[in-house]
């Protein structure tokens, strides 16, 4: 089943025009392919599910690139506008404040959001395993999205907005939660 | 993001990211990309190596025996000859049995000071030598700085990456819509950009499980270190009672050999179909020892369940990671997950082959940049050998620590030869005059090493 939905999805991507029914079936039968899996084999089951998807992915691309004709197209000249150009400043404090503020600040607000996840769960009668793994898993999560969140956020007025409310949600929780 | 922020162009959805967004998240992919590059491949490089730790095991010491299964009174044997030969030392505070299993049919018996191999019967064999496969192994947990440090840097490294396949997404609004054009023989940059893309967005499950899963094991120092804090005291023993089960109140009073067998026998009468992957004896010989079973349960993704036991091997609890709270479940999957041990040999080669591709699109991310700036008239030629001096650099010095392994011994200064190698290779590039050259220079090292490695296993066998 992963492997047809793969084939149809490529298929699809692969028409000029956008055909629904067939986007619509490709995806259908991935989703089918795991639910089927996670039901016979629960997590380990969605996993190989996956891992089959993916591989039958490589193979479409291994035989798209064995069958690829040599070619000189234009490459993209997208900047990425890492470094300054001739005569711009470096901005080096800029970049070091951003460094501080996507690094130690937004893993703390993270953890603060764990933490305050935590209480939530806990206080809904999620039971203290729940709660404490939530945390652990929720945490990078939560910091991976608040990373890229900053990083496409041009004014540092909205991303220290961005990292407070978290940490002063976060404490409020927290304080609530260790308050007996 | 614009100004306003997030912003969604005409039509919605990932490729509806207004153009602003979408090149604020090029920046970021950049950013994220450049600052660690470096060891972002360092770790999905040895990651991908260590998928077969097991393996790399049996061959760094072929001569150890193997066994598909050992009798509970043979193992019984090995640790009462274990505990007799530390008479007159400092008792051990555990000893681990490492049972046969299919990717490791070997016993084994590790204790505070010693491992060494049993045979099927329980007698002593040999010393276990692995310091190769160790050495790998703390390469990727900790890049081998101090452990607190290495582990949280490393589960930093694998937030970046969620990070990267993140704004990866958003920066290239066809990315789905391309996801099977792959311009192969493309030489002016398009190929290299179609490689790290696609690559990119077909292994984008793989990438986030694996990163989400480390990153989740390494900073569990520092949310673990929050839960004790915020509520349990400090304790941080507490944070993880509930989930994999709390360890007994120490008593160091004198106390008897532990049943192992007994234990051993309670399992296979009462848990046939769950395989016995480690025991582990706490406080040995004390009053307050007690013993821990590790059991595997097939088609699972749980790394294994565990249960406690008194020396005379009754049993006194389960912790409930197959069949408890589903935070137990999802915490006791983590690791498998992350590390692929959950499906044999077919999983291990998928892992070995999406972490190729993983430690290929770090590679590529930094060149695909420098590729850029080149077009653009800025050549750096240093940098570029600089990079390339890590991309093939880091393989040809791993190779070479392999190679003194088979030639030195288990006693081989490894990480010395492996940070040694890299930093004189690093260090020679800026020097070398035709990066084309020097470049195919660590690719003839790199596939020589791998030879000789595999002659020197040919030969040891």
Redesign the interface.
Known sequence: MAVVAVLLLRRAWGRADRSLSLLGGAWGLMLLGLIAGGVGHGAWGVAMVSLALMLSAFACLAVAGWTAPPDKARPSQRRAHMLPDEGEPLGLGRRVLTFIMTVPLALIASLALGLAIRVLVAASGGGEANANVATLFLTPLLWSILIVLLLLTARRRTQWLMLGAPMLAGGLFIFAGMTP | ???E??RFGKGGGLKGFDKA?V??????????G??AGALLYLVCLTGTIVVFYAEWQRIEQPAAPEMADIAPQAVQRGVDAVLASEKGKPLTTHLFVHMPVPDLPRTTITTDSQAVHLRADGSIAMPEENAWSDFLLILHYTLHLPSTFGMVLV??L???I??LA??GV?AHPRI????????????????L?DWHN??GV??L??VI?IA?TG??IG??L???Y??AT??YKGDMEA??A??FGGEGKPDKARGPTPDVSAVIRYMQAHHPGERIGYITLHDPLTAGQHVQIMTIHP???IFGEYYMFDARGRLESKAGLSD????????A??YN?HFGN??GLP?KV?YA??GL?LSAMTATGVSI?L???R??GIDQPRLTRAWDAVVWGTPVALILTFLVRQWVGNGAPLIATFWGSLAAILLVSPFVGDGRRFARALQWLLGAGVAAGAMGFVAAL
Request: proline share 2%; net charge positive.
């Open positions: 993001m614009s100004r922020g997030l967004t090149r604020e998240a090029l920046s970021a992919h950049a950013a994220i450049l600052l589960a930093i694998g937030v970046m969620v990070a993140i704004s958003v789905f819509r391309d996801a099977f054009r792959l311009r192969a023989r493309d030489t002016g940059g398009v190929g950009a696609r690559l077909w292994t499950p793989f499980a989400m990153a989740m900073l569990a520092i949310t673990g929050g839960l915020s509520f944070v993880y509930p989930i088609n699972r993704l408890g709270a589903m935070g137990q479940q999802a915490a999957s983590a997950l959950y499906g999983v998928a082959l999406f591709a940049w590729a850029k700036r077009r653009r």
